[in-house]
């Protein structure tokens, strides 16, 4: 165990010093933290980017001029690949 340290009072203008370096020092720490989170997170998406929705998806078209099947047609309620039932 170390000896104690013998005490030594403080002047009111080294208090002071202390204090300041102190508070300065606390606010370049959170100056630094708050830039390392600002850079770390990513960008919070604007209202304007949230409220785009991509296109409505369409049928594919068939070519003119190509025979008309059960697949291609839309009346026939049976999708492209189906297999239908016997």
Do not use: C
């Not at 390392?36 to 990513?42: D, I, K, V």
């Not at 919070?44 to 697949?71: D, F």
């Not at 999708?79 to 016997?86: M, R």
């Amino acid at each position: 165990m170390p000896p104690p340290r013998p005490e030594v009072p403080l002047t009111a203008e080294q208090v002071k010093q202390a204090t300041d370096h102190l508070v300065t020092e606390r606010e370049h720490l959170s100056t630094e933290a708050q830039t390392a989170a600002q850079t770390a997170a990513p960008p919070a998406p604007s209202a304007k980017t949230a409220a785009v929705k991509p296109p409505p998806r369409t049928p594919p078209r068939v070519p003119q001029g190509a025979p008309e099947t059960a697949a291609n047609t839309p009346e026939s309620g049976q999708t492209a690949g189906a297999y239908a039932k016997p």
